[in-house]
């Protein structure tokens, strides 16, 4: 991994703390290619995707061209995470959503493999915009049972969930043989969920932030975390300046 990133443990493996998110607004695929090859050259280890981001095969573009120029020697220099879409959060479409992602992807193996949100949708095109009416009960027993399958077959180094609550934490801790290693959620520091960070920490689960500075200039969420008056004391400290994010 890349020196001055801090790693924690995790099923027998290293994830980098600092993380590269890949969903966005819209743009040329070649421009992200670029934007993903620039992180990996400026230290990026940790590249985060999902299904449901589009980004998969453009993530995948960028991991072949930055063993092309040599950025990395090879594949494993990198920690990267994907999720399983509410679409195919069913037992029997776990193993060929994971297969599709990995085939998207153009790897063998995912070093984190994620329940995206603890919900089912019906079978339908994948979107973030759905009605009520498509959501379904996620059978969480079986449904995990695919996943601990997908850790198996050596399909993805560790599993785990994202967006789910203690209640959901603690409902999949009694039905799991293999328990998720991480926790997917919004935090930030105007937004902390000190009962989940809590909670996860005393179930040895590694809380993983998504939208860390509140998703500033992103096109949605909020600008008051770059905002923040302590934040900005922090960089002016330490010789910062922020920039406004893709």
């Known amino acids: 991994m890349a020196e001055g990133i801090p790693e924690v443990a995790l099923s027998g493996q290293k994830m980098p703390v600092v993380g590269f998110g890949t969903a ?14 620039d992180a990996i050259e400026a230290g990026y280890r940790h590249f985060d995707t ?14 072949e061209e930055a063993i092309r120029r040599g950025l990395i020697k ?25 297969k599709k992602t990995l085939s998207n992807l153009g790897l063998e193996y995912l070093d984190l493999y994620l329940i995206h949100w603890p ?13 009520k009416a498509d959501i379904l009960p996620l059978e969480m027993g079986p449904t995990w049972e695919a996943m601990e399958e997908c850790q198996r077959l050596g399909l993805t180094k560790s599993i785990g969930v994202s967006n789910f609550t203690c209640k959901k934490l603690t409902q999949l801790l009694s039905l799991a043989r293999i328990p998720p290693a991480v ?15 809590d909670f996860c920490k ?11 500075l509140g998703a500033y200039g992103a096109g949605w969420g909020s600008n008051t975390v770059m905002e923040n008056s302590v934040v900005d004391q922090i960089a002016q400290a330490r010789g910062r300046q922020k920039h406004r994010l893709l």
């Open 24 to 37: 966005s607004e819209p743009m040329p695929p070649d421009q992200k290619v670029s934007i993903f090859l």
């Open 50 to 63: 999902a299904m449901a981001y589009g980004t998969e095969q453009i993530l995948g573009r960028a991991v």
């Open 74 to 98: 090879s594949r494993d220099e990198l920690f990267i995470t994907s999720k399983l879409w509410c679409t195919y959060a069913h037992h029997d479409l776990v193993l060929p959503a994971i």
């Open 119 to 131: 919900i089912r949708l019906e079978h339908k095109e994948i979107s973030f915009y759905f009605d």
């Open 183 to 197: 926790n997917q959620v919004e935090l930030n520091i105007g937004w902390q969920q000190k009962k989940l960070t």
């Open 202 to 212: 005393e179930k040895g689960i590694i809380v993983c932030a998504w939208s860390p």
